[in-house]
């Protein structure tokens, strides 16, 4: 799987836009971008993810660069229960063989009140 | 929803003991994960099963076993218990065909004395 490159921290003001780069240039035209995000003491939780076509769910919107080397994580209106560290993940389609996620260091985002 | 649950939130065992940690699913899904989380390693695979009585290495499988003994249940086995493997277990759980979303549970945390 491709490496990705995330800042390590960053706050954003309740109410406001949350936008999260992800860098991953050296992403493979079957690889898809996936983001997740991890709440202090649990397990990760699947946010969206993205072939080449920007996304929107519930959550958030995921905006991915016309050349796929780098993505944008959005949540519309960040609350203080968004604060996560999240994560940008590149992979290939998931199947029935070994699905090793490299969660590396992520984004720790700070919602400040 | 999914819903992924795990026996134990915070475990403490001895060296040496047998430790068993449970992941039990809801959503009839076929292929199971157990991972750890390490500080700075990301998440490593364990184990994992794409169904019921069948299991695959995955890139740490040294010092562990695992059972799947029913679809809804994949159970993660220390047979010895070492400090080295004090660490975040999670389970998680996948859809098979096309789906590629990756549903965690709550994690475990183990700590061996």
């Known amino acids: 799987d491709a490496k990705t490159t995330q800042p390590t921290s960053m706050d954003c003001a309740e109410g406001r836009a949350a936008n999260l780069p992800c860098n991953h240039s050296t992403i493979s035209g079957n690889e898809y971008v996936y983001w997740y995000r991890q709440i202090h003491s649990q397990g990760p939780q699947y946010i969206i993810h993205g072939l080449k076509n920007n996304e929107t769910n519930e959550m958030a919107s995921l905006i991915i660069t016309e050349d796929r080397k780098s993505s944008t994580l959005i949540l519309p209106h960040a609350t203080l229960r968004d604060t996560a560290v999240y994560y940008c993940i590149v992979r290939v389609a998931v199947g029935t063989g070994a699905n090793n996620l490299f969660f590396g260091t992520g984004t720790r985002l700070t919602v400040i009140p | 929803d999914v819903k992924v649950t795990q026996s134990s939130r915070y475990l403490v065992k001895r060296t040496g003991e047998k430790v068993f940690l449970e992941c039990v699913q809801d959503m009839d899904h076929e292929n199971m994960f157990w991972y750890r989380q390490d500080p700075g390693l990301g998440l490593r695979l364990i184990y994992f099963?794409?169904?019921?009585?069948?299991?695959e290495k995955g890139d740490i499988p040294e010092g562990y076993s695992v059972s799947r003994e029913k679809k809804e249940r994949f159970s993660l086995i220390l047979e010895s218990a070492s400090t080295n493997q004090t660490s975040m277990y999670l389970c998680a759980t996948l859809a098979g065909g096309s789906s590629r979303e990756q549903y965690f549970g709550p994690g475990t945390r183990l700590t061996v004395t």
């Open positions: 099963s794409y169904d019921v009585k069948m299991k």
